[in-house]
């Protein structure tokens, strides 16, 4: 989702592709097509489109992939204004 943005080089998105085996499950569970193949193994092609939802990082076998859910998503952040910390999520 190349029109979608939260906040530019905030995302705590990380993969380690040493450890990828190219199941393709990060990429059938992004919502914003962050990841795509390259080489047999999972790429991050759109950092920015992350919006720290965690379901790449949960659903990944090979616990390839790091991210802190709502440290970057400007949804929680405005949440976290409105409701507090407890009960802002960065469900969108
Ligand atoms: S879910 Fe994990 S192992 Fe599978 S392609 Fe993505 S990073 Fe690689
Ligand atoms: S945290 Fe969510 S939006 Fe970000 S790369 Fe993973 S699945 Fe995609």
């Given at each position: 989702?190349?029109?979608?943005?939260?906040?530019?080089?905030?995302?705590?998105?990380?993969?380690?592709?040493?450890?990828?085996?190219?199941?393709?499950?990060?990429?059938?569970?992004?919502?914003?097509?962050?990841?795509?193949?390259?080489?047999?193994?999972?790429?991050?092609i759109?950092?920015d489109?992350?919006?720290?939802?965690?379901?790449?990082?949960?659903?990944?076998?090979?616990?390839?992939?790091?991210?802190?859910?709502?440290?970057?998503?400007?949804?929680?952040?405005?949440?976290?204004?409105?409701?507090?910390?407890?009960?802002?999520?960065?469900?969108?």
């Open positions: 989702m190349k029109n979608f943005r939260y906040l530019e080089n905030v995302s705590t998105l990380l993969l380690n592709r040493d450890k990828c085996l190219g199941c393709g499950i990060c990429m059938a569970v992004c919502p914003h097509q962050v990841f795509a193949f390259q080489e047999k193994k999972a790429a991050i759109d950092k489109g992350c919006m720290e939802c965690g379901a790449c990082a949960n659903n990944c076998p090979e616990e390839a992939i790091t991210v802190s859910p709502g440290v970057g998503c400007a949804s929680y952040i405005i949440q976290t204004w409105i409701k507090g910390k407890d009960k802002a999520s960065c469900e969108c």
